[in-house]
């Protein structure tokens, strides 16, 4: 295979512990009663347009997107509309949800519910834009950025290749990976149709090295298309950035404070690519998604297909319960995942993971002083000085931290990971990007 | 050899005495005028450069105070909130101008979410900072409006008038606060406000920030605010508002009747520095004690020196800053 392609600063190699991989998806029944967040997306949240006693049917749109960066949500089940009102989420915080009793589990009629592989792409390039938003699709990577915004590149801007994320380079989550093993003639697609949206002649699928199952059946699928390429990517953390894996497959470097469109390059996650099929192919919206549940203690390691709203309690109970041994909770991988304060926190369209890690796995390390080793230097991607910028967020010094580029931070924790004094660095750079993200703002205002 | 002493005692004179001209020209000729005032008010001022006034030091302030009263002849909108009334006093009398006197102020925790009332569900072990911990999660105890107890405040404070209190978790204030304002930014959830002091240092205010309906506010503490609006009926100066289920005293109108922390079901209303209630006080039922005359309240307070019932009891250990 030659020297596998990477992207050239930083970067760490954690554990991989992909428990799930060979774990097919497995549909998890629907829930007695869902909840559902109002701000799934990044952006705006979304603004209901249903009221409590009314009848949903699953698919039916229940709140529309309220600005540019906002999007669609629709109900992931039928049933009675029981209340809106504050409920616990991914955040941490309550936030405005739709309560939805369940009620058998009958389906909007225009979605196409058969299985059946639809090549044919009829709509239009605008119709396919409009129809990706009409369905409320966000990127299903984590960042839940809007899909139908990365589909219209700003006036001027010309996408030159389609980068499709098969990456999941976060330890412990392998949804992506059954994804591409169980739809991957879908994928390719959607891939197709991502490409009449963009008007670009040249897709690549970057995937990691450790998935060579995925690499080989997509290489396969793609032959039919001489314009998708698919790349094996050397194992290297946090390659599934979007800047990373730019730099990774076309060693393009995306300029500070830009976008990807900046270099030619719109980066959609294999998720979405099979999101965006089903939304174009089959007219149904996005409500539901994969999630892998998962964790050294867990009995039955999982990828299951989850409405959006059930509760993460359900999904737990679905993969054999919640061992004794669990520390922590975390949505998401182990790197960039969050760790949620209660169990009946609902799974969200970027929920890509349920990780339940032990007690002596998620235990803190105990702060020791900074020993100048400059490992955080070494391992950070975007080549920023973490040690410095932890120092200039924890006295205060914002104009230091700006000037210094800590808005460049993409949070991927890969710092923090190699820090030998148990310094929490991520924090302190989380901590720091709030503070001067709000003194940029403000400046701006004025 | 005393040939060279002289050239170079010569040399090194003169070259002296040439800078000296130069630098009495150059300083006459490129004065800067200064004010003498700002050195005067300057010297007034206590010189902890705190920063509570607005401006970016003592300095700065007096500047300020001198371009006021030149200009707008008054010393409106400037205020040492260290140096309280006194300090203002005697600015304005080196400038030549009457002071308002201003009620001192005091900061104040609105929050009780102590371990006891607020029991911890989760475990935080993040970075120990409340801003961060703030865009983080709701908090341990579950409320997502009250105190982290990880002294954001504390450290913000120059005076060493915020202690963390390791029983409660939470901040308190003691009698060297000087009203800066600085804990009140620092606090990323809006807790600390600044209160009258009140006469002989009594106040009364709502010790709770949760906006949440009675029912989610009580389920994660047990003294929060339900926004039950007893304290608003029991008020006869319409000094307490409700908005968004809860309460709160405007420390103008309050006239420390203490009607209010009688009525309230969950303990919410605070009273600072009052002498303890004869036991009698805790059978009053809430009617009577709406109807009841202030007279009956001030006996109540006179001759009262035993501790009180118990569950206002420890409430009282808890306020005495």
Same mark, same amino acid.
């Given at each position: 295979?030659?020297?596998?392609?990477?992207?050239?600063?930083?970067?760490?190699?954690?554990?991989?512990?992909?428990?799930?991989?060979?774990?097919?998806?497995?549909?998890?029944?629907?829930?007695?009663?869902?909840?559902?967040?109002?701000?799934?997306?990044?952006?705006?949240?979304?603004?209901?347009?249903?009221?409590?006693?009314?009848?949903?049917?699953?698919?039916?749109?229940?709140?529309?997107?309220?600005?540019?960066?906002?999007?669609?949500?629709?109900?992931?089940?039928?049933?009675?509309?029981?209340?809106?009102?504050?409920?616990?989420?991914?955040?941490?915080?309550?936030?405005?949800?739709?309560?939805?009793?369940?009620?058998?589990?009958?389906?909007?009629?225009?979605?196409?519910?058969?299985?059946?592989?639809?090549?044919?792409?009829?709509?239009?390039?605008?119709?396919?834009?409009?129809?990706?938003?009409?369905?409320?699709?966000?990127?299903?990577?984590?960042?839940?950025?809007?899909?139908?915004?990365?589909?219209?590149?700003?006036?001027?801007?010309?996408?030159?290749?389609?980068?499709?994320?098969?990456?999941?380079?976060?330890?412990?989550?392998?949804?992506?990976?059954?994804?591409?093993?169980?739809?991957?003639?879908?994928?390719?697609?959607?891939?197709?149709?991502?490409?009449?949206?963009?008007?670009?002649?040249?897709?690549?699928?970057?995937?990691?090295?450790?998935?060579?199952?995925?690499?080989?059946?997509?290489?396969?699928?793609?032959?039919?298309?001489?314009?998708?390429?698919?790349?094996?990517?050397?194992?290297?953390?946090?390659?599934?950035?979007?800047?990373?894996?730019?730099?990774?497959?076309?060693?393009?470097?995306?300029?500070?404070?830009?976008?990807?469109?900046?270099?030619?390059?719109?980066?959609?996650?294999?998720?979405?690519?099979?999101?965006?099929?089903?939304?174009?192919?089959?007219?149904?919206?996005?409500?539901?998604?994969?999630?892998?549940?998962?964790?050294?203690?867990?009995?039955?390691?999982?990828?299951?297909?989850?409405?959006?709203?059930?509760?993460?309690?359900?999904?737990?109970?679905?993969?054999?319960?919640?061992?004794?041994?669990?520390?922590?909770?975390?949505?998401?991988?182990?790197?960039?995942?969050?760790?949620?304060?209660?169990?009946?926190?609902?799974?969200?369209?970027?929920?890509?993971?349920?990780?339940?890690?032990?007690?002596?796995?998620?235990?803190?390390?105990?702060?020791?002083?900074?020993?100048?080793?400059?490992?955080?230097?070494?391992?950070?991607?975007?080549?920023?000085?973490?040690?410095?910028?932890?120092?200039?967020?924890?006295?205060?010094?914002?104009?230091?931290?700006?000037?210094?580029?800590?808005?460049?931070?993409?949070?991927?924790?890969?710092?923090?990971?190699?820090?030998?004094?148990?310094?929490?660095?991520?924090?302190?750079?989380?901590?720091?990007?709030?503070?001067?993200?709000?003194?940029?703002?403000?400046?701006?205002?004025? | 050899?005393?040939?060279?002493?002289?050239?170079?005692?010569?040399a090194l004179g003169g070259l002296g005495l040439i800078a000296a001209v130069i630098l009495y020209y150059i300083a006459s000729k490129f004065k800067v005028f200064e004010d003498p005032k700002i050195d005067e008010?300057e010297?007034?001022?206590?010189?902890?450069?705190?920063?509570?006034?607005?401006?970016?030091?003592?300095r700065a302030?007096a500047e300020?105070?001198v371009v006021?009263?030149r200009?707008?002849?008054?010393?409106?909108?400037?205020?040492?909130?260290?140096?309280?009334?006194?300090?203002?006093?005697?600015? !304005?009398? +080196?400038?030549?101008?009457?002071?308002?006197? /201003? &009620?001192?102020? $005091?900061? %104040?925790?609105?929050? @009780?979410?102590?371990?006891?009332?607020?029991?911890?569900?989760?475990?935080?072990?993040?970075?120990?900072?409340?801003?961060?911990?703030?865009?983080?999660?709701?908090?341990?105890?579950?409320?997502?409006?009250?105190?982290?107890?990880?002294?954001?405040?504390?450290?913000?404070?120059?005076?060493?008038?915020?202690?963390?209190?390791?029983?409660?978790?939470?901040?308190?204030?003691?009698?060297?606060?000087?009203?800066?304002?600085?804990?009140?930014?620092?606090?990323?959830? !809006?807790? +600390?406000?600044?209160?009258?002091?009140?006469? /002989? &240092?009594?106040? $009364?205010? %709502?010790?709770?920030? @949760?906006?949440?309906?009675?029912?989610?506010?009580?389920?994660?503490?047990?003294?929060?605010?339900?926004?039950?609006?007893?304290?608003?009926?029991?008020?006869?100066?319409?000094?307490?508002?409700?908005?968004?289920?809860?309460?709160?005293?405007?420390?103008?109108?309050?006239?420390?009747?203490?009607?209010?922390?009688?009525?309230?079901?969950?303990?919410?209303?605070?009273?600072?520095?009052?002498?303890?209630?004869?036991?009698?006080?805790?059978?009053?039922?809430?009617?009577?004690?709406?109807?009841?005359?202030?007279?009956?309240? /001030?006996?109540?307070?006179?001759?009262?020196?035993?501790?009180?019932?118990?569950?206002?009891?420890?409430?009282?250990?808890?306020?005495?800053?």
């Open positions: 295979m030659g020297i596998l392609k990477t992207f050239v600063l930083g970067g760490v190699h954690p554990a991989e512990n992909k428990l799930s991989a060979n774990a097919a998806i497995e549909a998890v029944p629907v829930p007695k009663q869902v909840i559902i967040p109002l701000g799934q997306n990044l952006g705006a949240p979304s603004k209901p347009i249903v009221k409590k006693g009314d009848q949903v049917k699953t698919g039916q749109l229940i709140a529309e997107a309220s600005g540019f960066i906002s999007a669609n949500i629709h109900s992931p089940v039928s049933g009675t509309v029981l209340k809106i009102d504050q409920f616990i989420d991914v955040t941490g915080y309550k936030r405005p949800c739709v309560f939805i009793h369940v009620e058998g589990d009958e389906w909007d009629e225009s979605i196409d519910r058969s299985d059946k592989l639809e090549t044919h792409i009829s709509l239009s390039s605008e119709e396919i834009v409009a129809r990706v938003k009409a369905s409320g699709i966000v990127g299903l990577g984590g960042a839940t950025f809007p899909t139908s915004v990365k589909l219209m590149p700003p006036p001027g801007k010309k996408a030159e290749y389609l980068i499709i994320n098969g990456v999941e380079c976060e330890p412990y989550l392998t949804s992506d990976h059954r994804m591409m093993l169980e739809k991957g003639s879908e994928i390719i697609v959607g891939i197709q149709i991502l490409m009449k949206a963009l008007l670009v002649e040249k897709a690549i699928i970057g995937i990691e090295n450790n998935k060579t199952d995925a690499i080989n059946h997509l290489t396969e699928l793609a032959k039919t298309d001489e314009r998708i390429r698919v790349i094996a990517l050397k194992v290297r953390y946090p390659q599934g950035g979007e800047k990373q894996l730019i730099k990774a497959a076309l060693n393009r470097e995306v300029p500070s404070g830009k976008l990807p469109i900046e270099v030619g390059c719109v980066v959609q996650n294999v998720s979405t690519a099979f999101a965006v099929y089903e939304a174009v192919q089959k007219n149904k919206p996005l409500f539901e998604r994969v999630v892998t549940v998962t964790g050294k203690a867990v009995k039955k390691p999982s990828n299951f297909l989850v409405r959006i709203g059930t509760s993460t309690q359900d999904l737990i109970d679905a993969a054999a319960g919640l061992p004794e041994s669990t520390g922590k909770v975390i949505s998401g991988g182990p790197m960039m995942g969050k760790a949620i304060t209660e169990l009946d926190t609902p799974i969200v369209k970027g929920t890509s993971g349920i990780l339940l890690m032990e007690k002596t796995e998620s235990r803190r390390l105990v702060e020791n002083p900074c020993i100048r080793c400059s490992r955080c230097t070494y391992a950070c991607p975007m080549g920023l000085e973490p040690y410095l910028l932890t120092k200039a967020a924890k006295l205060g010094k914002l104009q230091m931290a700006e000037k210094e580029m800590i808005m460049d931070c993409i949070e991927c924790g890969s710092c923090q990971y190699t820090c030998p004094s148990g310094i929490p660095l991520l924090d302190y750079l989380r901590l720091g990007k709030i503070k001067v993200g709000r003194a940029i703002r403000t400046r701006i205002k004025k | 050899m005393d040939n060279i002493i002289l050239i170079a005692v010569s008010v010297s007034a001022l206590p010189s902890a450069n705190c920063g509570g006034c607005g401006f970016p030091g003592c302030f300020a105070t006021s009263a200009e707008i002849k008054s010393l409106d909108g400037l205020n040492c909130p260290v140096g309280g009334n006194e300090v203002m006093q005697a600015v !304005g009398k +080196i400038l030549g101008l009457e002071v308002e006197a /201003k &009620d001192p102020m $005091i900061a %104040v925790i609105r929050c @009780n979410g102590s371990t006891t009332h607020s029991p911890a569900k989760v475990k935080y072990e993040g970075a120990n900072s409340c801003a961060f911990a703030h865009a983080l999660y709701g908090g341990e105890g579950g409320c997502q409006f009250g105190c982290l107890g990880l002294a954001d405040c504390v450290d913000a404070c120059e005076f060493e008038a915020i202690h963390m209190n390791p029983e409660t978790g939470l901040p308190e204030v003691n009698d060297k606060c000087t009203a800066c304002n600085a804990c009140v930014l620092a606090c990323p959830r !809006g807790i +600390i406000e600044l209160r009258k002091r009140g006469p /002989k &240092d009594k106040r $009364i205010f %709502v010790s709770c920030v @949760n906006m949440e309906k009675g029912a989610p506010a009580k389920k994660n503490c047990k003294v929060a605010c339900i926004g039950c609006s007893l304290c608003q009926k029991a008020c006869a100066f319409d000094a307490i508002t409700i908005t968004s289920f809860l309460a709160y005293i405007d420390f103008n109108k309050c006239t420390l009747c203490r009607k209010c922390v009688e009525v309230c079901p969950t303990n919410a209303i605070h009273e600072v520095n009052f002498k303890p209630r004869k036991p009698k006080a805790e059978t009053l039922t809430p009617e009577k004690s709406v109807s009841g005359k202030p007279l009956a309240d /001030k006996q109540l307070v006179s001759d009262s020196s035993k501790t009180g019932p118990e569950n206002k009891k420890e409430e009282l250990i808890e306020t005495k800053e």
